[in-house]
């Protein structure tokens, strides 16, 4: 993955188990040895997937209305 600043390829600096978030159960962290960004990775858990899964299916059913 390269950095969205500069195109340097970012080094990988860890995984971490989130703490009382119920869609995210996952973040990577990663760097950039160029330009010092720093990217943060959230991975959707169980529950969000589930829930857009949903969300799709109701969308292609019934368009929604402008609000
Ligand atoms: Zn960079």
């Known amino acids: 993955m390269k950095?969205?600043?500069c195109g340097t390829e970012l080094i990988w600096g860890?995984?971490?188990?989130t703490e009382d978030?119920?869609?995210y159960?996952?973040?990577s962290n990663l760097s950039c040895p160029n330009c010092?960004?720093?990217?943060?990775?959230?991975?959707p858990?169980?529950?969000l997937i589930?829930?857009?899964e949903d969300y799709d299916k109701?969308?292609?059913k019934k368009k929604r209305k402008k609000l």
């Open 3 to 5: 950095c969205w600043h």
């Open 14 to 17: 860890g995984d971490h188990d």
């Open 21 to 23: 978030n119920e869609y």
């Open 25 to 27: 159960d996952m973040v």
């Open 36 to 43: 010092l960004t720093a990217v943060d990775v959230w991975h």
């Open 45 to 47: 858990s169980e529950k």
């Open 50 to 52: 589930k829930e857009q």
């Open 58 to 60: 109701k969308s292609k």
